[in-house]
């Protein structure tokens, strides 16, 4: 009999491969890293309607806010009170603090635009994507 080892990272691939085509096995989960001025991942991807757990760590020196805008909805600079009511959903975590939420991604597939909203932060580039597949 020949065994043949799978590599670590291998095995990880294929077991979440297996989980997500199973779905609805829970949230879906996004974790994001925000500095002194980007997010990272910048761009993240989530299904359409599914609950999704976000891990939001500041790793920057002032508080940070990842806020989702409304469909087809970009800001206009700076992020102010007109762009206010078309926020989807926001959280909001301070310097050096970790904090996880969760919320409902959109049901309409498409892109999201995602900012910081605190005053300043997008200007300097504090901005990403959320893909809502089908």
Known sequence: TVYRKVPLAGAA??????LAACGGAGPASLSIVATDFAF???D?????GQEV???LINDGSVEH???????????TQPFDADDEPHVYWEG??????TATFTFT???EPGEYQ?????????????????????
């Not at 806010?65 to 800001?75: D, K, N, P, R, T």
């Not at 909001?92 to 603090?97: K, L, S, W, Y």
């Open 65 to 75: 806010e990842w806020v989702l805008m409304e469909a087809g909805y970009q800001i």
């Open 40 to 42: 990272t991942p910048t």
């Open 13 to 18: 691939l294929i077991l979440s491969l297996l």
């Open 114 to 134: 995602l900012v910081c909203g605190v005053p300043g932060h997008v200007e300097a580039g504090m901005a990403g994507t959320l893909t809502v597949g089908d």
């Open 53 to 55: 757990s976000l891990t």
């Open 105 to 107: 991604a959109p049901s």
């Open 44 to 48: 993240v991807t989530v299904p359409a």
């Open 92 to 97: 909001e975590v301070d310097a050096g603090e």
